[in-house]
């Protein structure tokens, strides 16, 4: 995209004009009291980062127990509350809002060329329920914590003497801010376009956040349901999912991944929408097939209501529901295809530049090739029976939302830091830790689809003697895996205290957010800018230069 009053795709200088957001104001309730989407988006940042360390050190709690069998420093009771909160805590807490919250507040709203987001004080009240629905789940922690696994399946759910009703009222309330979020974006981008800025112009960012968007408005409110049930029956004992008292417990499956699934596309599509931004910026072309891939999103949005039920293939569902759940789960393939292909036909012959950034969007293109190849193997019934409820499952589930969604968030992140805070980190430094975060993560994860073929059974506390070397080789594996977002926080800390000041356009793309300064005005842009042409049209800026 470019502004009228933008000659060349080089951006604006940080120092000038004047204050920008985060200068123009100061003082603690400047800052809690903001409407800026931008503050909101930071905000959401030192949130979403302080549930991804709660849920990390769960992590490495777990992986260290696993260490040996039996009993290494905690006992079954212990283990189980460890997993339920790593699981609780990563996915609703951190997974799920972390790009939409962070990187889709301060950038949407730039990127198409508006001054903010279409309603500015839902979005602030959207901040602070989730950040009121993490503080109840968090103190579920201290009243005795949940064992429950982060799905909360009945009839175990409703029948534990742990704290279950906070946890699963945290989770509810934090749904309620996935909404107002959704809601906001559509709006935003229905809206509040600059002029020129055709649907046809729109960066796949911003594409992949409107798909999100869709499922987090008709999708949420069915877990809220579920969880508000659930709630129900452990405070009234009302049958509803327990058998002992009429309840089915196969229906809150069926409530749950009628929702889940679909968070998964929550979680991964805004990921996606980052990563085609880093593929353009950093290999200098325009997106092969921008028009492909923008639809793909939208489909993957629509496909990921029909396929809940591969979730279920034994739990005793009828088989002609399992025959087609299984069919229709193929079909997620196409518009995932769809996406890496058009993503490695960019990168051929593409001016690639290897920055960190670029670097993370790299491992995730086959992070998250792995992981949607093994989610085949799962949708096949007579494969799924043997690999259910295995390391399999463990290993394909955190190489999509890991490999997938994290390594996109921090790949964002970092493309971004300079915007977001008009400084730059340290290039050698942040490569360190992307080393030691590639190489601990699969060293973690891929040996454990070889523990869940040979049936080493997920969420067992103790394990038989012949897994022990490959559970011990994941646990150093998340070692380093840990070591590697710490050597990433003191870059990024590094950086705040004394990083070099960023240029308005450090990674000279063409994308609409770059054309203001960094840290951009409060107002986003000087002057309102009028889009010519499209984030990805390097041919043609080049030629019109």
Known sequence: MAA????????????????????????????????????????????????????????????????????????????????????TIMVFLFIIPAIPGVLGNFILPMQVGTIDVAFPKLNLLSFYVYVIGA????????????????????PYAAETDTSVIPMVLGAFVMG???????????????????????????????????????????????????????????????????PKMGGDPILFQHFFWFYSHPAVYIMILPGMGVISELIATFSRKKIFGYKAVAMSSIGLALVSFIVWGHHLFVSGQSEFATIAFSFLTFLVAIPSAIKVINWTMTLYEGSIDL?????????????????????????????????HDTYFVVAHFHYVMMG???????????????????RMYNESLMKVSYGLVFVGFNATFFVQF???????????????????PMHAFSTVGSWILGLGFLVMLYGLIQSLRSGERAPGNPWHSLALEWQSSSPPPLENFEKQPTVTHGPYDYDLVKSES
């Open 4 to 87: 009228t009053d933008v000659a060349v795709p080089g951006g604006r200088d940080s120092g000038s004009s004047g204050d920008n957001f985060l200068t123009v104001k100061s003082g603690l309730k400047s800052w809690l009291l903001t409407v800026d989407h931008k503050r909101i988006g930071l905000m959401y940042l030192a949130a979403v980062l302080f549930a991804f360390g709660m849920g990390g050190t769960f992590a490495l709690l777990l992986r260290a127990e696993l260490l040996t069998p039996g009993k290494t420093f905690v006992d079954a009771k212990v283990y189980n509350q460890f997993f339920t909160l790593h699981g």
């Open 135 to 154: 503080l109840i789940a968090v103190y579920s922690i201290i009243a005795g914590s949940v064992d429950t696994g982060w799905t909360f399946y009945t």
């Open 176 to 242: 309620f801010s996935s909404i107002l979020t959704g809601l906001n974006f559509i709006v935003t981008v229905h809206k509040m376009r600059a002029p020129g800025l055709t649907w046809g112009r729109l960066s796949l960012f911003v594409w992949a956040l409107y798909a999100t968007s869709v499922i987090q408005v008709l999708a949420t409110p069915v877990l809220a349901i579920t969880l508000l049930l659930l709630i129900m029956e452990r405070s009234f004992g009302i049958g509803i999912f327990d």
């Open 355 to 387: 920055k960190t950034p670029m670097l993370y969007a790299l491992a995730f293109i086959w992070m998250f090739t792995i992981g949607g190849l093994t989610g085949v193997f799962l949708g096949v019934l007579s494969v799924d029976v043997h690999l």
């Open 404 to 422: 997938g969604t994290v390594m996109a968030f921090l790949g964002g992140l970092l493309y971004w830091w300079p915007k977001m805070t008009g």
């Open 450 to 468: 070889f523990m869940g073929s040979k049936g080493m059974p997920r969420r067992y506390y103790n394990y038989l003697d012949q897994f022990q």
